[in-house]
């Protein structure tokens, strides 16, 4: 194990030499955390199967909408790290609409994986905002034969940080400086990091386990809102919508890397034999490198051969290439805010949602053979929708769209059973939903 992760480092410092961009720490921490908690990697790729498998058992509905409140610490130096409210709120908007899947840009999701991208069904809520001064700065090391340190000063205020606000029922997020890595005379900029759950109820009594309050996600200040843009040297100006935070979060719930992080990979070579534990995202050998390379296939399978999924949030394609995650990703994340994580969402909003948007709207018919009309309650109210709808297992089969009330819906072509319309009046913030049945 020992040979293996320093094997990775040797290599990961080789490929941070060929002045590759390595801009998510995720490894990196995984690797500080095996260090200070000797199998924290293996207990913790366990839980998440075991919490996958419980979540296959659960009775009753597993479609309900989990709501995530958030903190998010911006602890900065220069003015610019200060990042406005306005931009805080845009990146929350980009959470909400990748999680749920109404980002405006899943038309661009590729026919042959619209059938597994999908909506999470995770939604967030901003609670608080806390700024914090400080002169401290947050450069990652990594060093050849101790192993990487990520700058999780950040987390605390005696050391120039912010202290994590009730970890267990929060996630928390730093917005801060991150200093770039610097190896062999190369720098790297670092865009973010997160840990994956560490409630791990498969540790053994009386280890040391880390620190709750060290959970959450770091990331630049340059890469929050949902237009920003990040000048990288030797790699030109890159796009930042949001998404780094939307990856951050994905590891925090437990996902990976889509190409699985191979030791060879870290070279630059594929490594098809590592895999990223879900089984609908295609076999991927290498990370994308910033770019949007619809013809990049870096494992040919022997059969059912698709291309690199350059769409997934878990790559590292260029953010305006970035658009879905997969019902298996869905799987994994869902199963950990029913296991290691389920204390984190306080409300399943579907319900109460859904009461609210039946006094809001009213269908006609339903059930119905495919023709919905849909119409506010209030009698001669004028309103502007936009809407969407997808199946019970989150697949879009309406793309977000937009139409005056009565609104008109037909799921004709549709498969009969249940669907959900998600709609809110164009001016309002708030989504709400409400079930369609086609019989
Ligand atoms: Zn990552």
Redesign the pocket.
């Known amino acids: 194990m020992k040979k293996l992760l320093l094997l990775s480092v040797l290599l990961s410092v080789a490929y941070l030499g060929n002045a590759q961009f390595t801009p998510?720490l995720?490894d990196f921490g995984l690797e500080q955390l095996e260090q200070q908690f000797t199998g924290y990697q293996e207990r913790s790729q366990q839980a998440i199967k075991k919490a996958v498998q419980q979540y296959r058992q659960r009775r009753g509905p597993n479609d309900e909408v989990f709501l995530i409140p958030v903190v998010v610490h911006v602890v900065w130096k220069e003015e610019a790290e200060n990042i406005s409210d306005e931009r805080i709120a845009a990146q929350v908007r980009v959470l909400n609409e990748s999680f749920r899947r109404q980002n405006a840009d899943t038309v661009n999701t590729r026919p042959e994986f619209l059938a597994v991208a999908g909506d999470a069904r995770v939604e967030f809520e901003l609670v608080d905002v806390i700024r914090v001064p400080t002169d401290t700065t947050f450069k990652p090391e990594v060093s050849l034969f101790g192993g990487s340190t990520l700058p999780d000063h950040v987390k605390q205020s005696a050391l120039g940080g912010s202290d994590a606000a009730d970890p267990v029922n929060h996630l928390n997020i730093w917005v801060c400086a991150l200093q770039p890595i610097s190896i062999l005379g190369t720098e790297s900029p670092i865009l973010g990091?997160a840990y994956p759950p560490a409630g791990l109820d498969n540790w053994p009594a009386e280890t040391p386990i880390p620190e709750l309050a060290l959970e959450g996600v770091v990331v630049d200040y340059r890469t929050v809102g949902d237009n920003e843009t990040y000048e990288v040297p030797q790699v030109g100006e890159l796009p930042m919508l949001g998404r780094t935070m939307v990856?951050?979060v994905g590891?925090y719930l437990g996902l990976r890397?889509t190409s699985g992080d191979g030791a060879l990979a870290a070279l630059g070579v594929p490594d098809c034999e590592a895999d990223d534990g879900v089984a609908d995202t295609p076999n991927q050998g290498t990370q994308s490198q910033f770019n949007c390379d619809f013809m990049q296939n870096t494992c040919t399978d022997e059969s059912d051969d698709l291309p690199d999924m350059v769409e997934n949030y878990?790559d590292y394609s260029r953010e305006d290439c970035q658009n879905s995650f997969t019902q298996g990703q869905i799987e994994i994340m869902r199963a950990v805010l029913t296991g290691p994580r389920a204390e984190l969402p306080v409300l399943n909003i579907s319900s109460s949602e859904e009461a609210f948007a039946s006094r809001a709207i009213q269908i006609y018919p339903n059930p119905s053979s495919g023709r919905f009309r849909i119409q506010p309650s209030e009698p001669g109210r004028s309103v502007h929708y936009q809407y969407t709808v997808c199946d019970f297992l989150g697949r879009t089969v309406v793309p977000l769209s937009e139409g005056g009330q009565p609104l008109q819906l037909d799921l004709s072509a549709q498969p009969n059973g249940v669907y959900y319309l998600r709609f809110k009046e164009k001016e309002s913030e708030q989504w709400l939903s409400q079930q369609l049945l086609k019989q």
């Open positions: 998510c995720y990091y990856h951050e590891h890397h878990m």
